[in-house]
């Protein structure tokens, strides 16, 4: 069974700062898809960013993008120039074998 | 385009009895697939519905069940509820299936908040 595994339950950083949260993940799949979500206190899930595992290019979204290490089954998300909007709760995901599954999440505060 | 809907919004219920959820999709989206978000489990993929037919199942008793209408549209069922069915239930839509190869992007709903009491 696929797992994901998010190791830092909190994070904080400063306003404008840059933070990195980690995910990794165990698979015996070789084609599969990464997500990074965001879970404002208003619980309204939202794509942050998206990765395909074939592409060695690292995804990139305005200040979110990925470092994306296959062999390692690692996948982090760096958020730069962060904001007080940045505040929630990041789930990094991973999607093969017909079941999209989650990490237990990342809360991260921002500090103004 | 409107976001995916979720009602009600907030639930109540007692042990022992049923409730039944809705979703609709974003329009144009046939796969619906939902969601249960606890404390302690986190979040667990249910089902996922596409094409009113069932896909995918997650690992949940048989009292959780749904349906997806024509429209696209989805209900979730739990029947007999138990105090440990108090969870945020999160829906989420995508054009295609998970289950046929589709990758695209879910998007989530702002889920219904069950407290079994």
């Known amino acids: 069974a696929q797992t994901v595994t998010q190791s830092q339950p909190e994070m904080s950083v400063q306003e404008a700062e840059t933070v990195t949260l980690s995910c990794t993940y165990d698979?015996?799949?070789?084609?599969?898809?990464l997500f990074w979500y965001k879970q404002p206190p208003s619980r309204q899930m939202i794509l942050v960013i998206r990765?395909?595992?074939?592409?060695?290019q690292n995804a990139t979204e305005n200040r979110f993008s990925v470092n994306f290490q296959k062999a390692a089954k690692s996948f982090s998300l760096k958020i730069s120039d962060s904001q007080l909007g940045d505040a929630a709760m990041y789930f990094c995901?991973?999607?093969?074998?017909?079941?999209?599954?989650f990490g237990g999440g990342t809360r991260l505060m921002v500090k103004p | 385009k409107a976001g995916v809907t979720q009602t009600p919004r907030y639930l109540i219920k007692t042990r022992g009895q049923q409730v039944t959820l809705s979703c609709s999709p974003i329009?144009?989206?046939?796969?619906v697939s939902w969601y249960q978000q606890t404390p302690g489990q986190g979040l667990q993929f249910l089902f996922e519905?596409?094409?009113?037919?069932?896909?995918n199942k997650g690992n949940f008793p048989g009292r959780f069940s749904g349906r997806q209408f024509s429209n696209s549209r989805s209900e979730m069922n739990v029947s007999t509820l138990e105090l440990g069915d108090s969870a945020l239930y999160l829906c989420?839509?995508?054009?295609?299936?998970?289950?046929?190869?589709?990758?695209?992007?879910?998007?989530f709903g702002p889920g219904t908040r069950l407290t079994v009491l």
């Open positions: 519905y596409f094409s009113e037919t069932q896909r």
């Open positions: 989420a839509s995508s054009p295609q299936s998970l289950s046929g190869g589709g990758t695209d992007t879910q998007y």
């Open positions: 990765q395909e595992a074939y592409k060695q």
């Open positions: 995901a991973y999607y093969a074998g017909n079941m999209l599954t």
């Open positions: 329009s144009g989206h046939r796969s």
């Open positions: 698979t015996s799949e070789s084609d599969y898809y």
